[in-house]
């Protein structure tokens, strides 16, 4: 099959319009590019859940802080486009900036509409850091929903606090669709896949590796009876690379998304840290 490559939001809605009169099934899988084995496998679960899939691929600029890699974040579209072709999807959509939020805006909340989640859920974790950060994640989801109307949309658990947030906004906005969290795809070392991993130098990605070998160090600590989170962390410190610089390592309910101090089924462990100058993230669930 050839996937359509699609820029605005009126040829997109057209082809959707489409095969609804046909009855078929849709699911989205929303992305930034840069799309690897990871996003592969976000399609591929998309394609056996949905009769067609689109692809999105757009570096959302309201995500990303005033210091962070909006600029030099990667865009490969000629891959991506490759990629989803060899995995089934129907469409890339690759809008512009200007044709998600227009011509005339600044893309700040003094001109555009933002969904604004919950303040407990975004002051934690990735939020604590990158202030605004899941505001504009949620607002352009929410776009991205109401222009393809999936029936399914696919998310990583990687990014395990943009799923949660993403699945109350769901909830709470009664929205008709469903989420469908997808497992984390690793390397063979067990290095998360992101495309920010194509950041790392060759000494910094095996520095890199001790985020999964800490995660993994606390599963097995956990597994052999240790549920006081205290215990754990100090486990998992251990691990880390001297030359790592961690921000945080977190235990919470992924129910409530509320810390634990001790450890039960469904614990959320969540870790993040730079590497050089490229901050990732990581997270295991127990």
Known sequence: MNTILLNNITDLRLKIKEWRKEGLTVGLVPTMGALHNGHASLIKKAKETCDKVVVSVFVNPIQFGPNEDYDKYPRTIENDLKLSNEYGADIVFAPTPIEMYGKNTSLSNTELTFVCPPYNLVDC???????????????????????????????????????????????????????????????????????????????????????????????????????????????????LDSGVEMEYLEFRNFETFEKVEKVQANTLVAIAAKVGKTRLIDNIIL
């Open 125 to 239: 974790l990735c939020g604590k850091s990158r202030v605004g950060h899941f505001d504009g994640v949620a607002t352009v989801v929410l776009k991205l929903f109401n222009i393809v109307t999936p029936d399914y949309a696919f998310f990583g658990q990687k990014d395990a606090q943009q799923l949660f947030i993403l699945k109350k906004m769901v909830k709470d906005l009664n929205l008709d669709l469903t989420i469908v969290p997808c497992p984390i795809v690793r390397e063979n070392d067990g290095l998360a896949l992101s495309s920010r991993n194509t950041y790392l130098s060759a000494d910094e990605r095996k520095r890199a590796l001790c985020l999964s070998k800490a995660l993994k160090h606390i599963e097995k600590t956990y597994l052999q009876g240790i549920t006081d989170t205290d215990i754990l962390f100090d486990t998992a410190i251990s691990i």
